[in-house]
């Protein structure tokens, strides 16, 4: 039988409110519930100490607090974790932890497959199943918490896992509304409170969403550019043909990051006779003319049926000195968890099993990045 009750996880502060309302309680509930759920990491009403016995019974009568069921975990040689979590509906993402000497960052995923096809990306092998609810996005950073014993919320300067990224499966920004949904939930003082200076979102470029952004949330800005033209961005990554270049550089440039002099992140793979000659870096350099920003070139990590190469490691450091002599600071990512497929372009999950044939339809008909026509079922 499917449980009736309502997860917790995912509502905001005043959907927890008219929760509470909703089974007769007084709203201050919902402040002590979020502050269990958030910040203390509680998942067992009978846990909450300040709430009474009998009120611990109509809690669990009514709700509960879930967690991404963990089907697997992988740690890499360099201690990069990994995850593969499984949902209530059979579905799976995967989640990634990128540890340094005194932090590291969750790379969290967005939804279920992707909705692009750019070329040199495993993830974007795998066909778009379904976007992930605002608890499902929130669930992945709290259950890697769970597995790191980081309850209760300590300071920022005593936690591992230090900053969201949100890079995983999918494009975040073509699962707006509860992408954003989660980001306040993980950024709210009194819950996880993240600072919104530790939390980057990546995007591929969707033009319209990037401004909604920096209107609703004005987190860090990572830009999946991966090309200098139009022409060889449109032969790799798809989306540059409805959002190109000029479209994309100037919702970049009014980006609040941007104005306010806080840089953008530009993400390049560096692929083999691809993009990574000289005259493609200096003509990256005249694209992004003005905008505050840096370079994160990544070197391209192989999967199992992939047609690139990654650039040579001479080639790489020429690009590196060419974006120095103009003025940016360009650093070259280096490759972590690749012995368990947890690097950079190489998740992936086994839910593209369930996928609807016409979203395979949308994709041949070459509206692959149409995520949100998705009937409300499939969401």
């Excluded at 540890?99 to 993830?123: M, N, W, Y």
Aim: glycine fraction near 6%.
């Amino acid at each position: 039988m499917t449980d009736q009750r309502i997860d917790l996880v995912g509502l905001s502060r005043q959907e927890l409110k008219a929760e509470m309302e909703r089974i007769g309680e007084k709203a201050f509930r919902a402040k002590q519930l979020w502050q269990w759920i958030y910040h203390y990491g509680v998942r067992d009403f009978t846990k909450m100490t300040n709430i009474s016995k009998n009120l611990h019974g109509k809690l669990a009568e009514h709700f509960y607090i879930s967690r991404p069921e963990t089907a697997e975990e992988l740690t890499s040689v360099d201690r990069t974790r990994k995850w593969l979590y499984k949902f209530d509906d059979g579905n799976e993402a995967e989640t990634v932890f990128i540890p340094e000497e005194d932090r590291g960052a969750v790379c969290i995923s967005s939804q279920v497959g992707c909705t692009l096809t750019c070329k040199f990306c495993h993830t974007g092998t795998q066909l778009l199943v379904r976007n992930l609810s605002a608890g499902e996005i929130v669930g992945q950073f709290m259950a890697a918490r769970d597995s790191y014993d980081e309850w209760p919320s300590p300071p920022g300067d005593k936690r591992m896992l230090t900053n969201i990224v949100l890079m995983g499966m999918g494009e975040p920004l073509y699962n707006f509304d509860n992408t954003v949904k989660a980001l306040k939930i993980l950024m709210d003082q009194e819950g996880i409170s993240v600072s919104k200076r530790r939390i980057t979102l990546s995007t591929s470029g969707v033009v319209p969403e990037i401004r909604r952004l920096g209107e609703v949330a004005d987190v860090e800005l990572a830009i999946s550019l991966h090309a200098p033209t139009d022409e060889v961005r449109n032969e790799i990554m798809p989306i540059n043909k409805k959002y190109p270049l000029k479209d994309l550089m100037a919702a970049v440039r009014d980006y609040p990051a941007a104005i306010n002099a806080r840089r953008i992140t530009f993400e390049y793979v560096m692929l083999k006779g691809i993009n990574d000659s000289e005259a493609d870096a200096r003509a990256l350099t005249r694209l992004v003319k003005d905008i505050p920003c840096k370079f994160n070139l990544i070197p391209f990590n192989p999967w199992p049926g992939s047609d690139y190469e990654c650039s040579g490691r001479k080639t790489i450091k020429r690009f590196v000195e060419i974006l120095n002599r103009a003025g940016y600071t360009a650093t070259t990512r280096v490759t972590r968890g690749q012995d368990i497929l947890a690097a950079c372009g190489q998740l992936k999950s086994e839910s593209e099993r369930v996928r609807c044939s016409r979203m395979k339809a949308r994709i041949e008909a070459g509206i692959e990045d149409e995520s949100h026509v998705l009937p409300a079922s499939a969401e």
